[in-house]
């Protein structure tokens, strides 16, 4: 069966620390890999999604990057991170004509 | 993808059926209709999805009218567990599309 892992679960950075969040995928090949932010209280916003290894699609202009070095993992990145860079951090796979499968997130404070 | 709208918050009694509607009026022939739920800090999780035919699994039901333009997603049998944001998406459920999410619905089950 497919599984999904995110992690950290929960992670307190300074102002100005860099940021890397990784997401692994198992028991699929080529999935859509998307990565959503939620702040507090607010919807989930999409932030990347990628359909291949090195192709990374960009939703908003903001302080991160992401990138999928392997088939089954995608990152999340920044130099350096701002306070608005809080919240919670999902990432999903998709296989053609699926639902979209969420991880358990990484709670993200920016201090 | 097809914009769709929902009401913010409704109520439910523990055990009545929970009636969850969304507006998808500009929703294309082969878009698909397709519901998540989030419980607070955890990932969304996958509902139902359907096409044109109502659809029942073990979790819920799926009405969509005729013209497609609607949908209600039923819990015949809603329970305390049940309260989360349900979010109604419509998408080509090809896995290269992205999947954008509202600001869905907020059902509070009441004791």
């Known amino acids: 069966s497919q599984t999904i892992h995110q992690w950290p679960a929960t992670l307190v950075q300074p102002v100005g620390s860099p940021l890397s969040l990784e997401c692994t995928v198992e028991g699929t090949s080529n999935p859509n890999l998307y990565w959503y932010r939620q702040a507090a209280g607010r919807g989930l916003q999409l932030l990347f999604y990628?359909?291949?290894?090195?192709?990374i699609s960009s939703e908003v202009p903001q302080n991160l990057s992401a990138s999928r070095p392997q088939d089954r993992q995608f990152i999340l990145s920044s130099k350096k991170l701002l306070l608005s860079d809080s919240g919670f951090y999902l990432c999903a796979w998709r296989g053609p004509y699926t639902e979209a499968f969420f991880g358990q997130g990484t709670r993200l404070t920016v201090v | 993808d097809a914009k769709t709208t929902q009401p913010p918050s409704m109520d439910c009694a523990e055990g009545r059926a929970a009636n969850l509607p969304c507006n998808h009026s500009?929703?294309?022939?082969?878009?698909?209709v397709y519901w998540y739920r989030q419980i607070h800090s955890q990932g969304p999780q996958y509902i139902i999805h359907?096409?044109?035919n109502n659809e029942t699994n073990e979790m819920a039901s799926l009405i969509i009218t005729e013209d497609r333009k609607s949908s209600t997603l039923i819990l015949p049998h809603a329970t305390l567990r049940d309260t989360a944001v349900y979010y109604c998406?419509?998408?080509?459920?090809?896995?290269?599309?992205?999947?954008?999410f509202g600001t869905g619905t907020l059902l509070a089950v009441q004791p």
């Open positions: 998406i419509v998408n080509y459920g090809g896995a290269t599309n992205k999947l954008i």
């Open positions: 359907g096409l044109k």
């Open positions: 990628s359909v291949g290894i090195g192709q």
């Open positions: 500009t929703i294309s022939g082969n878009e698909y």
